[in-house]
């Protein structure tokens, strides 16, 4: 794994630029004392301000009760040379495992939340929940985005985007087309 | 614009292969005798059966009272050869444009809902809503997949994804880590 660079304070309106392009992400919670690590792809950006994500978090999952009981998380955003860790997160479950141990990840301090950062991952998202009113039909929970730490290099991170079966992609080439909008407020 | 080869009936339940990487897509609606289509970035797979997808969908848009009042629409997945018309057409509004004439796009009719497929894209959804708790308050549509076309090549195709600021990317890579999986019920 590569050293990660430094990280820095990130304005959540920005949120979009890591998120809407559709990484799998690490979503990691804290209650009384004990951590857990789960592997998310189903999200979506809300809103800009107040800077909101949607996703789903099944309930058969530990990190399900610890997310509703904290109020709280942090959603990370790995690149793809954690991946093999991205897949054993999502194929064991911290209601007997310690995630950050048994996959060599470090735990930092959030500002906001009592979730842990997640060292190695390219960027992370404080986040507290707004809005559980989807919680009991969907597993669909309202994030409030409060703190965003991204890392300062490199600018494109090579995240990772799962089609199922097993199978990730990473981005390979960038359009810039903010030349063809002619109204700046559709950018 | 390459000619886009045949689509196929495709499983709902298989939906998530094609959005949950998270690609830009194309909504089309219809309305009393009018159509639209508009560009849309935030959305997100929340349900395998029936199959559920969310997304935002501003109130500020013209699709949206037609999506609204008619109960449905196509979601559609274009590719990096539609790049141009996907910016141009959420560039600007579907109540003074006729966007399938203006971008030289195709509509072909649907077979669950009114309103048209787009043939130029890689894949189109048949979408009915399926739940509006959350439209007053986020402009977020639940949409259940009711009929799914995709083109039989290729097998993994260019989608966009944007990343704000006019810049979108398209996958490189593909990483193949099934057999990294323990359980298959986790792939």
Known sequence: MPARTAKRDFPVVNAR???E????????SAWRGKTDIMTMGWHTMMEFTPSLMGCVIASSNNSFGMILKSGSCVVNVPTYDL?????????CSGADTDKFAKFGLTPVPAKKVEAPLIKECF????????DKRLVKTYNF???KIVKAHVATSPKRPKTLHYHGEGVFSVPGTYLDLHKRF??????
Request: charged share 20%.
């Open 17 to 19: 630029q890591i998120l």
């Open 21 to 28: 392009p559709g990484p799998v992400v690490l979503v990691s």
């Open 83 to 91: 991946a093999d860790k991205v897949v054993g997160i999502g194929d």
């Open 141 to 143: 929970f309202i994030l």
């Open 182 to 187: 002619a109204r700046k407020q559709n950018l």
């Open 123 to 130: 960027a992370s998202f404080e986040c507290e929940i707004a």
